[in-house]
């Protein structure tokens, strides 16, 4: 069944851990995208990527980092956690449209609390 | 700069009656326009789109939306309201301008089905 996965669901660590969210899709979608949703609910876009080794940054300013070595996998990765940096992580995916214009499909988020 | 903006942090009504929840928007050009609800503890799900051709889309769940271009405005509408449609509503309209086709968010709106 094609669908998109994260893990953790939660996670709650202490300040100046490294950690590294995962994502995973297996629709084939081309672009895969970051959103950060703080407790007053909106979303904001911390990074996305077009396809296999290529990464941007969105709106939001994060001291995140993400890679993509791979079509299916979208990795997000914190250096050093702080409590700054507690919210929820949404990771969505959708097919590549130039031109028309896909809805993005998303995981079940990961839930992150830094002590 | 596009934008959207849900008016009603929250939305209450009775099992039976029929709901709406606000969404317009600011884009230049032409806008595509999406919906998408969030249960509890779950990411996002796409509910309907609108990028083209008839005013009202009809997605899933039963709900639909009004595309009103004189009053910039898509609300999301159902005829008759579930306890189950209780939830967390996104409008979204995509980003044509920046950043791939990413999507802008509303708020949201925390509509509640009282039985």
């Known amino acids: 069944e094609a669908d998109i996965y994260q893990t953790p669901r939660y996670l709650v660590i202490g300040t100046g851990k490294k950690i590294t969210l995962e994502c995973s899709q297996t629709?084939?979608?081309?672009?895969m995208y970051w959103y950060q949703q703080d407790p007053g609910m909106e979303l904001h876009l911390i990074h996305y990527?077009?396809?296999?080794?290529?990464?941007e940054k969105g709106d939001l300013s994060s001291e995140s980092t993400v890679s993509r070595i791979r079509t299916e996998h979208f990795p997000l990765t914190l250096e050093s956690a702080r409590p700054s940096h507690t919210s929820q992580y949404l990771c969505?995916?959708?097919?590549?449209?130039?031109?028309?214009?896909?809805?993005?499909?998303f995981g079940p988020g990961t839930r992150l609390t830094v002590l | 700069a596009q934008s959207v903006a849900q008016p009603e942090d929250q939305v209450k009504v009775a099992e039976g009656n029929p709901l709406t929840v606000k969404c317009t928007y600011s884009?230049?050009?032409?806008?595509?326009l999406f919906w998408y609800v969030q249960y509890p503890n779950r990411g996002l799900q796409f509910l309907l789109k609108?990028?083209?051709?008839?005013?009202l889309v009809k997605g899933s769940y039963g709900f639909e939306a009004e595309f009103n271009k004189s009053q910039t405005s898509f609300h999301l509408k159902k005829p008759s309201a579930l306890v189950s449609d209780s939830a967390l509503y996104f409008c979204?309209?995509?980003?044509?301008?920046?950043?791939?086709?990413?999507?802008?968010f509303g708020q949201g709106t925390e509509l509640s089905v009282k039985p």
């Open positions: 990527s077009y396809g296999v080794n290529s990464t």
């Open positions: 884009v230049s050009g032409n806008p595509y």
């Open positions: 629709m084939g979608h081309d672009k």
């Open positions: 609108y990028i083209t051709g008839d005013n």
């Open positions: 979204a309209v995509r980003d044509i301008e920046n950043q791939g086709g990413k999507l802008i």
């Open positions: 969505a995916s959708s097919e590549y449209d130039a031109g028309t214009y896909n809805e993005q499909f």
